[in-house]
Every structure is written in structure tokens, then in C-alpha cells.
């Protein structure tokens, strides 16, 4: 039988971490041409066409979130990150090259009817998207409206707080994690994480059971890779906890 691309680069990237696990001499490669690669999806903000002071809503933390979480894998983990990261939109042809996707603000987002052809057949074949950064109940309904046209059959449904992706890795306990939706915020003469929303985490699964969608809702991880340094509670420790998880579990799964 043959495999799709999707497929084909999964079990490539598995091998790769298979050695790791046996610790193989050399550092682990996902694939013989390049390792992983953060992918951001770019999109323009047809919900609203809103613009925050920190530029267009896909870009925030962008690209300081990438270069930081490239860092902490690679100190770590064995898994090889190839530099360097791509910002891509859903109707490049490219995404079917990567198998996990990232996308901020997912309150602001709204696909095209060729994106949402271009991504349905990008899950199908068996990729994997993490949603971050979004808060409250009109950026909560903006996101389930474009899962909604991706499957209407499919809900999200919370992860508990004793699902594998969180201890695949590393052990992060979601209910001690602070929120980081609010962002740095100032205070005398330094920094701290506004850290007063209450975070949740859901997926969306295929007909086997297999997680499509990561999607951190009241949370922000890429303000945690983007200020390391303000890390408050442990807070920003714990979302590149949550990112290494959350990418080995997509690549093993």
C-alpha cells in the first residue's frame, strides 16, 4: 500500500524518536533533509479585521515564541529543529510537508472555503494543529465556527487533567498552570504575567480516536516563550513543558 505524504513523513519523524529512546550516539533527525520545523499559519483577520498595536493577531509573540521554544527542545530533548521556523497559509501546498501546525489568536481567525478544503484534507491525511492564545466566550464561538465548517459531526472535548499528554515527557500538571492570556504586564520596575483567567485545554479527534487539534483556550503559551524571563509561579517554565509534550505526543500518536 502506498502511504500519503502525511503518513510517510509521520513514520520518519517516529523513527527518528525511536532512536532517540535507544540512544543512538548521533543526535536524532526527524527526516533525512531536515528536522522539525515550527510552522505558524498566517491568515488575515477576516472575523473582525481587528489589529492589535502588536501587529497583525497571527504574528503575536512571533518570532521570539519560535526562536526560545527551538532553544528549549533542542537542550532538553534529542530532536533536531531545523532553522529556520516558517510562517505559511493554509492554502500553500506546503503544510502537507509538516506534520503540526501552530496558530495564534484563533478569536480573530476565519478561513477561506479553500482553506478549509486545504486543511480538512490536511487533518485527513493525519496532521495535528495547536490553537493558542485566545480568551473568552466571542473568541471561544470564532474558533468552534471554523471547526464547525472543517467537521460538522466533530465537537472539542476537554482533555482531563489525567490524559498521556500530559506526562508523555514531561509531568505538567494543567490545573497548576496559570494562565498567561492576559500577557506581561508592567508593575514597578519589572514584569509579571497577568495570570487571573482559568485555562482549559480541548481536543478535537478523528473516527480512530487520534487527537487532530490541540486547543489551549484561556492560555497562551507563546507569551511564555516569548518572555522567559517573566516567569511567574513558573508559568512560562511550564508552557515549554507543555510544548515539548504537546509535540511529542502529535508526532507519536
Known sequence: MVLNKMTALRHLIIGGFVALLVLTPEKAAAQSDHGFRFVRIKYANNATGWVSRFGDTWSHDYPTAEYNFYE????????????????????????FEYPILYLCEPGYWEMTDAEVESLREYFDRGGFMLFDDFRGEDEWYQLYSQIKRLYPDREPVELPNDHSIWSIYYEVDPVATPS?????????????????????YFGVFDDNGRLMMMICYNQDLGDGWEWPEFNEQDASLATFQMGVNFLIYSLTH
Open 180 to 200: 498567561l492570556v492576559g500577557g506581561p504586564r508592567g508593575r514597578g520596575s519589572g514584569r509579571e504575567f497577568d495570570t487571573s483567567r482559568i485555562d482549559r
Open 72 to 95: 528549549a527542545l533542542e537542550r532538553t530533548t534529542r530532536i533536531h529543529a531545523e532553522r529556520p521556523s516558517l510562517v505559511l497559509t493554509l492554502d500553500d501546498p506546503q503544510i
